[in-house]
Every structure is written in C-alpha cells, then in structure tokens.
C-alpha cells in the first residue's frame, strides 16, 4: 500500500484547508484511515480517523468542530477540510491506514495502530 498526500501550503490564520489522501496498492482490507500531525519537536498526534466499513469517524478534542473527514472510493479516498485554522496548526499532515484491524480492539488515536503511512505534506498558517 502506498499512500500520497496533497494539498498542504501556506494560509492565513482563520481560513480553510482541504487535504487529499491518494491511495494505491491492496487497500482491500482498510478497517480504518486517519489523519494526524506533527508540529516540529512534537509528538505526532491524531485528527480524525474514519472506520472504512462503517462509515464513522472520530475527532480528536482539538479539532471537533473544527475538522471534518470525509472519504470517497476512489484512488483519492480521504479528504480532511480544516477550517478556522490558528497558527498552531502548523505541522506536517500525515495519512495513514490500518490493514488489521488494530483500531478495532486499541484506540483509533495511536499512531502505532496503524500499517501504512503517507510521506506528509506541510501545512503553515500564518498569524
């Protein structure tokens, strides 16, 4: 599995993001596809994830109402609009996909729950 990011660049504090996620290879067995970041010398943390099956998805604290993560079918299957962005939000944006099932039975938000990742694209809001 391969997984690619878009969209990333630069935006003014207040302003919206959209990010894609293209995928190829055997994505047959996607249980769950997430998004997280990583701002420099910081942990990597999770946005959003969506359950592939199910169709749901969860949202980490510091992006609920904020973030919205939607999928598709298509060799673009993810696609995360960030809007309101603050300058804290600058980090590179990752994502990622869990083939086993590890997000089934151990929290979606680990990052060590997931199989595959993306190379990142860099997101930079400006205050």
């Known amino acids: 599995v391969q997984l690619v990011e878009s969209g990333g660049g630069l935006v003014q504090a207040g302003g919206s993001r959209r990010l894609s996620c293209a995928a190829s290879?055997?994505?047959?067995?996607?249980?769950?596809m997430g998004w997280f970041r990583q701002a420099s010398g910081q942990e990597r943390e999770v946005g959003a994830s969506?359950?592939?099956?199910?169709?749901?998805?969860n949202y980490a604290d510091s992006v609920k109402g904020r973030f919205t993560i939607s999928r598709a079918n298509t060799k673009n299957p993810l696609y995360p609009q960030m809007n309101s962005l603050k300058p804290e939000a600058t980090a590179v944006y990752y994502c990622?996909?869990?083939?086993?099932?590890?997000?089934?039975?151990?929290?979606?938000?680990?990052?060590?729950?997931?199989?595959?990742w993306g190379q990142g694209t860099q997101v930079t809001v400006s205050s």
């Open positions: 969506i359950d592939w099956s199910r169709g749901s998805s």
């Open positions: 290879g055997n994505t047959f067995r996607t249980y769950t």
């Open positions: 990622a996909m869990d083939t086993h099932g590890s997000t089934w039975l151990a929290p979606w938000s680990q990052p060590s729950n997931y199989d595959y």
